[in-house]
């Protein structure tokens, strides 16, 4: 083998993985990130990478090495038994992903939708990283309060456990793109570019907080309004969301 083929082949060993990771640890930590909000958010990215991996050979053809297998004379027995260990290289890989998204996740966090726990910081950041663009794309950011946001974020990610919390950002872009239309008017009629103020009963339209509302509004309501009355939340901001989230069907 050439050594510029054998350099293109070489694999990262684990002493050298770990190390990157110390290191990243180590730079957010300078960067003023707690030590367990790094090491989650570090965690899911290695849980997502090994479910993305699982996702792409669960899902790809497995002909045979280099494209031989039965269609190629090879035997039908020589296909089916490549077959049978690329599924379960796939299935270790899946089992191996489930482990380290448990690990990332909080000691004891519930996958139960029923059994939830408080808003860790990474969470909050996390989601705050999905909505903005995804507001963004119907209308401008206008001012609200930032301890606001806060709250309205707890309220919301207090519906949900951990796990679902894990992935929350793929399921409020699976929303918006469901009720894309729907979004446009709202934010049209009653959002920073409309006649509407940013103040009274419509003030949450105004804020990127909104989407992640809606979302738990047509998937977890009644969980949602508890929420909402724990926080101590003006029940106008609620009611306004639900009235311009009705106009718009």
Excluded: C
Excluded at 31 to 43: F, K, R
Excluded at 56 to 73: D, L, N, T, Y
Excluded at 223 to 236: K, Q, R
């Amino acid at each position: 083998m050439h050594a510029a083929e054998e350099g293109r082949r070489q694999q990262l060993d684990a002493v050298s993985v770990l190390n990157a990771k110390r290191t990243l640890l180590q730079l957010l930590a300078r960067a003023g990130v707690w030590s367990g909000d790094a090491e989650e958010l570090i965690g899911l990215v290695e849980a997502g990478a090994l479910a993305l991996a699982h996702t792409e050979i669960a899902g790809g053809p497995h002909p045979g090495p280099g494209g031989v297998g039965e269609e190629k004379g090879e035997g039908e027995r020589y296909g089916a038994g490549f077959r049978d260990g690329a599924r379960a290289v796939a299935d270790e890989l899946a089992d191996i992903a489930e482990r380290t998204l448990r690990h990332a996740l909080a000691p004891g966090a519930a996958d139960d939708a029923d059994e939830r726990s408080p808003v860790g910081r990474a969470e909050m950041e996390r989601t705050k990283v999905a909505l903005t663009p995804l507001y963004l794309s119907y209308t401008d950011v206008s001012d609200l309060d930032p301890n606001a946001t806060e709250q309205v974020l707890t309220a919301v990610l207090g519906t949900m456990s951990p796990r679902q919390r894990a992935g929350y950002a793929g399921r409020l872009t699976e929303f918006a793109a469901l009720h894309h239309a729907r979004l446009e008017r709202v934010y049209a009629e009653y959002g920073p570019q409309s006649a509407i103020a940013i103040h009274g009963r419509y003030s949450l339209v105004h804020s990127p907080t909104s989407v992640a509302v809606l979302e738990r509004l047509t998937t977890a309501s009644e969980a949602l309004h508890e929420e909402w009355d724990a926080a101590e939340l003006p029940p106008a901001w609620l009611d306004g969301l639900t009235t311009a989230w009705d106009s718009a069907t």
